[in-house]
């Protein structure tokens, strides 16, 4: 699944594993399972990004899934934004560990950055609820831009509760996704929503479970 970037998904494991427990970015008990729940549940969102373009990362904390997207789109160039100064740090130091040239780090809130940082796609992972994230990720995405929000069980419940905003927001789609299926188990589950605009076509290797315009 990581090709050619698997020498540096194996450091950057060893980083969380290590460094990552020491400093509290990552749990003690997440170290023994850090590859199936972590690293291949990120890595298989990258089956939905173009090969070039702009990334940020809302609320980075251990680079999850910034930094393992930036290892696999060498060619997207990948914004860690991240308003703790001890994550923050982290996510420099392990930039330069693994030396990422196409991936940054800026210290701030989402909400902070609206209209500084203009990219094609915004990722998170178990920062907030969709009604707040997509509030804030559209202010950091050009139009039809894409939202591409890791979630879990209760993602169609969310999808539903954030309709309103979404709305207001004036999405062109909003949708789950099943994410590597016969790859990883349980299948990643993303929330993809396009901010206005025109989106992509749907990329190869995920399962639209559900779809909705707002």
Known sequence: MF????????????????????????????????????LLNCAVVADLLPEAGELVDIGSGAGLPGVVLAMLRPGIRVVLLEPM?????????CLARLDLPNATVVRG??????GV??????????????DRLAGWAAGLLRPGGEILAIKGQSAEQELAAARPVLSRLRVRSAEVLR???GRVVPATTVVRVVIGGH?????????????GVA
Do not use: K, N, Y
Request: proline share 5%; aromatic share 4%.
């Open 3 to 38: 090709g050619s970037a698997l020498e540096r998904a194996c450091q950057f494991a060893e980083i969380l594993a290590t460094d990552g427990v020491q400093r509290g970015l990552i749990g003690p008990r997440e170290a023994p399972r850090l590859w199936d729940r972590h």
């Open 85 to 93: 100064l001890r994550r923050s740090a982290f996510l420099e130091e």
């Open 109 to 114: 809130r989402a909400e902070d950055m609206a």
């Open 117 to 130: 940082i203009r990219a094609d796609i915004a990722t998170a992972r178990a920062v907030a609820p969709l």
């Open 179 to 181: 994410v590597g299926q």
């Open 199 to 211: 989106g992509r076509e749907e990329q190869p290797g995920a399962h639209r479970s559900r779809r």
